[in-house]
């Protein structure tokens, strides 16, 4: 319950703000890690881009695990990084939203919580 309240006070207050990234940047950071992931070589720019998906991935997926969506037990990064990856790549016309109601919704389509 106390996850849950933090997680919820947590998600508000990030609708109070300003929304620093969108898809687009979700975009361009998850080109740069699929580089990585088929072995090319990456400039620093690159490098960063690919880590800040994955720091981004993990960070949305920390706060709505198990509320918003329910991912199987020993699930991946790399599996998350996936789903995020397919669902904006499918939604290119979403990309102007902000960059955590899209990655929350991509989990939430790709591990849904059973009812």
Same mark, same amino acid.
């Given at each position: 319950m106390k996850?849950?309240?933090?997680g919820l006070a947590f998600l508000v207050s990030f609708n109070a703000?300003?929304?620093f990234y969108d898809g687009n940047d979700l975009r361009k950071w998850?080109?740069?890690? @699929?580089?990585?992931?088929?072995?090319t070589v990456l400039t620093p720019s690159e490098a960063a881009?690919?880590?800040?998906? =994955?720091?981004?991935v993990a960070g949305v997926y920390e706060i709505g695990e198990g509320s918003y969506f329910c991912t199987p037990d020993r699930t991946r990064l790399i599996q998350l990084t996936d789903a995020? @990856?397919?669902?904006?790549?499918?939604?290119?016309?979403?990309?102007n939203l902000?960059?955590?109601?899209?990655?929350? =919704?991509?989990?939430i389509d790709s591990?849904?919580?059973k009812k």
């Open positions: 996850r849950l309240i933090i703000c300003a929304n998850s080109m740069a890690l @699929t580089k990585s992931n088929v072995g881009d690919g880590s800040m998906f =994955q720091g981004y995020v @990856t397919n669902y904006i790549n499918k939604h290119p016309e979403l990309r902000p960059a955590s109601n899209l990655t929350e =919704q991509a989990l591990f849904p919580c």
